[in-house]
């Protein structure tokens, strides 16, 4: 049962552009939502991250939005750079499940420059 | 800060040996580290989660017998693949968590590939 849902599979956008990922959960008990980058052939690298209790959250050009009630959250890269291109995973915790990562199933970006 | 190192980066081996994969925490004690296995194009999955000094907690699927973790310090979790087979060559990635917060580091992955 795939619990978090990303979507699209691929997105390509031009230099400026806003990138935007979407993600679903179903468990209401995750309490804790992190955006991850990944470079092919690296580590994932966590971007931002956000607690249910707020509806958004900014660091930089990357801003999460959250909705609680329709148990969905988004990442948006503003004024996209050919360095983003990147495959971005959402993922979801529950602390009281030992904080295991259920991670959606990733969105590969392109920048054109 | 918040740096974890893999060792290899890559590694070829005969179907039928083992392979150790080291995990290490630089800068932090990882109270807790994960496993996880990526096929190309494909996401994360997550194989165990390990914590100091106890044994690691399996996810559903995954053989524990043929997966050995061990994690013996605060800084340090070791996979070893026994008797590796080419289904088994994936990228295997780990990451660690400290006591403090929720965030998950994680290292820059290790490429197994089995003849």
């Known amino acids: 049962q795939q619990q978090v849902k990303q979507s699209p599979q691929s997105l390509i956008v031009q230099k400026g552009g806003i990138s935007i990922i979407n993600c679903a959960y179903e468990n209401t008990a995750f309490d804790y939502f992190p955006w991850y980058q990944q470079f092919p052939g690296k580590g994932p690298a966590l971007l931002i991250a956000i607690r249910p209790d707020v509806s958004e959250k900014k660091e930089g050009r990357f801003t999460i939005s959250f909705n609680k009630s329709a148990k969905q959250f988004s990442l948006h890269i503003m004024d996209s750079q050919p360095g983003d291109s990147a495959t971005y995973f959402c993922a979801a915790s529950n602390e009281a499940a030992g904080n295991k990562l259920t991670f959606g199933g990733g969105t590969r970006v392109l920048v054109k420059p | 800060g918040a740096v974890v190192s893999q060792h290899p980066s890559r590694v070829i081996c005969k179907s039928g040996t083992s392979v150790k994969i080291e995990c290490r925490s630089l800068d932090f004690q990882a109270t807790t580290m994960f496993w996880y296995r990526q096929f190309p194009k494909q996401s994360l999955m997550l194989m165990a989660t390990?914590?100091?000094?106890?044994?690691?907690?399996?996810e559903q699927g995954v053989e524990k017998d043929k997966f050995l973790i061990n994690h013996a310090s605060l800084t340090l979790s070791t996979l070893t693949v026994t008797s590796a087979h080419p289904e088994d060559s994936s990228f295997y990635i780990c990451?660690?968590?400290?006591?403090?917060?929720?965030?998950?580091?994680f290292g820059p992955g290790t490429r197994l590939l089995v003849l």
């Open positions: 990451s660690a968590r400290g006591d403090l917060g929720e965030t998950q580091y």
């Open positions: 390990s914590n100091e000094g106890s044994k690691a907690t399996y």
